[in-house]
């Protein structure tokens, strides 16, 4: 059978779509790293160069995510160069195993999930994940508009964090309190 | 392990503070244990969705920056140019700030009797020169300035505002009341207040954003995406002629369009600005009610009562502009000092800003409702005592203009105290007060820097 190739705008819409998964498998195989964005825009390029070797009908994530665990490994290969902690590859590969299992909808279903966990939350509770997680404002910046330290405001967005897990993970109801 | 402490430990792995030994035996852990395996996904998930919803805008899309593809790239210089040229048509997320230098500052001028503040996140750059680079924050207590873009990019703004340039094509702004003219090419152009993201999309639009009331949006030509900080799912695009304002949930409303709220050049006088203003429109949300009874009421004020703000000659729907002259109001509300249950005084009170040597001008509408004549009394105090005092007969069933003027003889905060001391509690009427309005001006006989 021959293969068919997928036209450029097909490919950006796919590309589109698998960002925040590829996004969630970078940030699984790299916690904690800073230069997140910078490896997927990496992964990005590679997945653009490549574009002709996918097989439209074929499973585009399975592919991105073969390229993207790669790229992450060389990151890590990079990192140990420069005499640094890291991941052992094992952990890698099981980590990259593990999330080859997620469904398509997985995160989707995750993310509504979390938005109504997001509402539940208190104003002040708001505003400092959106300080941590923006990219508009630093942490530091934010604790230092509303008088805190940066250590207490970890503190709290731990709280908060381990507060939206459980939540998302209760499939809780729209009128329930999070507390 | 315990799921306490194994949460702990990949929340310091994700905020790279674990000890070598502690990533050993969390990398053995979430090996050897599904369960811990699906836990540290978990966090993980949580790490990723809660990025994505606070960058809405910016992360569902591919980014790939033709620098880093002329980067990446071995090939021959024709294949690069046909890749970078389909990577900016196609995907069409191109950073700007590629063609555009970092040391290209964006530059500003000051309107008439402005005054400003400049920090530069390096301590050591200029604060004399009217320039801003990444970082740099600009205040002005009271004015207007004027900023350009290397982009292209031009901004009128009104204080009180507070600007910090956060990318050459990226600002936030905290309070101000702002005209944005985006060229075409420098379409992406982002200003954040502290309720609201707003993404240009090639167009004329005006912000305002103030610490006292909802942040609004409003669109004069051409396009832009409007989210709110609160809600990152709320997202508008707004097109010519429309408008949004948060709501009291911080998602985004529908509002009247205003393109007269705004400046897009410098004045060439120096006119008076506004330090506060409240048509109660929003409530009493500014306002400490000190004492007694204060409501808001809008339309018809009992049954026997001739005032109503719908449309009657003799009606609340008036407000002052900066040089108090009185202009179409925005909202039907006003405020009603004072009830059968509660006798004189009631009075309600606000803090606002002062500045040493300038004059004050503080104009308000009043009336009484009902049978008799009321009072209104108005007085601003400094540090506890008064600096002004004037007390007002309300007429009933009439809408009353008045002001005064004060000179202000040092810096800080005045407080500013509406009631209703002396009226009648036995004729039943209670004292009406509508568009409150203080401005600002120099003092011309004095000398001013």
């Known amino acids: 059978m021959a293969t068919q190739q997928l036209s450029t705008s097909d490919f950006i819409r796919l590309l589109t779509e698998h960002q925040i998964p590829i996004r969630g498998l970078i940030l699984s195989m790299a916690p904690g790293c800073q230069d997140v964005n910078d490896i997927l825009q990496d992964i990005n390029v590679v997945l653009w160069e490549k574009k002709n070797s996918y097989t439209q009908g074929t499973n585009f994530k399975a592919w991105a995510y073969a390229i993207s665990r790669i790229k992450v490994m060389q990151y890590w290969d990079q990192q140990r160069k420069l005499g640094k902690i890291s991941l052992s590859n094992e952990f890698l590969e099981t980590i990259a195993e593990a999330r080859s299992k997620d469904t398509p909808s997985y995160l989707e279903d995750k993310l509504q999930k979390l938005n109504h966990c997001l509402s539940l939350l208190k104003e002040k509770e708001q505003q400092l994940v959106h300080a941590r997680y923006s990219e508009s404002i630093t942490l530091e910046s934010y604790a230092s508009q509303v008088g805190s330290t940066t250590g207490t405001m970890k503190v709290n967005l731990y709280r908060i964090k381990k507060k939206l897990k459980s939540c998302v993970e209760k499939k809780i109801t729209p009128n329930s309190n999070l507390s | ?449």
């Not at chain 2, 680079?133 to 300035?145: D, H, I, M, P």
Request: charged residues 20%; proline residues 3%.
């Open chain 2, 1 to 449: 392990m315990e799921l306490l402490e194994l949460e702990s430990l990949i929340n310091a792995l994700n905020d790279k503070q674990i000890s070598a030994e502690d990533l050993v035996r969390l990398e053995a852990e979430v090996s050897q244990n599904p369960e811990s395996l699906q836990c540290y996904l978990a966090m993980m998930d949580i790490e990723n969705l809660l990025h994505h919803q606070c960058n809405l805008n910016d992360s569902i899309k591919p980014v790939v920056l033709v620098e880093q593809v002329l980067k990446h790239q071995k090939a021959k210089t024709w294949k690069l140019v046909a890749l970078s040229t389909a990577a900016l048509l196609l995907i069409g997320i191109l950073s700007l700030t590629l063609f555009v230098s970092d040391r290209a500052p964006l530059t500003f001028a000051l309107g008439p009797d402005t005054q400003y503040s400049l920090s530069h996140s390096n301590a050591k750059a200029d604060t004399e020169e009217l320039v801003m680079k990444k970082g740099s924050r600009l205040k002005l207590e009271y004015g207007t300035a004027q900023l350009t873009f290397a982009s292209g990019v031009k901004a009128v703004i009104k204080a009180p505002a507070d600007i910090e340039m956060l990318e050459l094509d990226k600002i936030r702004m905290q309070t101000g009341t702002a005209w944005y003219n985006v060229p075409s090419g420098a379409e992406g152009f982002t200003v954040l207040t502290s309720e609201l993201k707003v993404v240009d999309l090639g167009t004329e639009f005006g912000i305002l954003a103030s610490l006292d009331s909802p942040d609004e949006v409003h669109v004069i030509e051409g396009k832009v995406q409007v989210s709110s900080v609160k809600h990152a799912s709320d997202v508008h695009d707004l097109v010519s002629s429309q408008a949004v304002k948060r709501n009291s949930f911080g998602k985004l409303d529908n509002t009247s369009f205003n393109e007269a709220l705004f400046i897009n050049k410098l004045p060439t006088s120096s006119e008076p600005f506004i330090v506060l203003q409240d048509q109660f429109n929003n409530g009493l949300l500014n306002w400490s009610n000190s004492k007694g009874n204060a409501i808001i009421a809008e339309g018809d004020y009992g049954n026997n009562c001739q005032l109503n703000t719908l449309g009657q000659s003799d009606h609340s729907l008036l407000h002052f502009d900066s040089t108090g002259k009185l202009i179409k109001s925005e909202g039907q509300n006003y405020l009603v000092l004072g009830d059968r249950s509660n006798p004189a005084p009631n009075s309600i009170i606000k803090q606002f800003k002062i500045n040493k040597g300038r004059i004050y001008t503080v104009y308000f509408r009043h009336a009484a409702s009902q049978n008799g004549l009321q009072k209104l009394s108005v007085s601003v105090d400094f540090n506890k005592q008064i600096i002004e005092s004037h007390q007002y007969d309300s007429s009933p069933s009439r809408w009353t203009s008045n002001s005064f003027i004060f000179t202000s003889k040092k810096d800080g905060y005045a407080t500013i105290n509406f009631n209703n001391n002396g009226s009648i509690d036995s004729k039943d009427s209670d004292t009406l007060l509508d568009s409150v309005l203080v401005t600002s001006s120099p003092n011309k006989k004095s000398s001013s820097k």
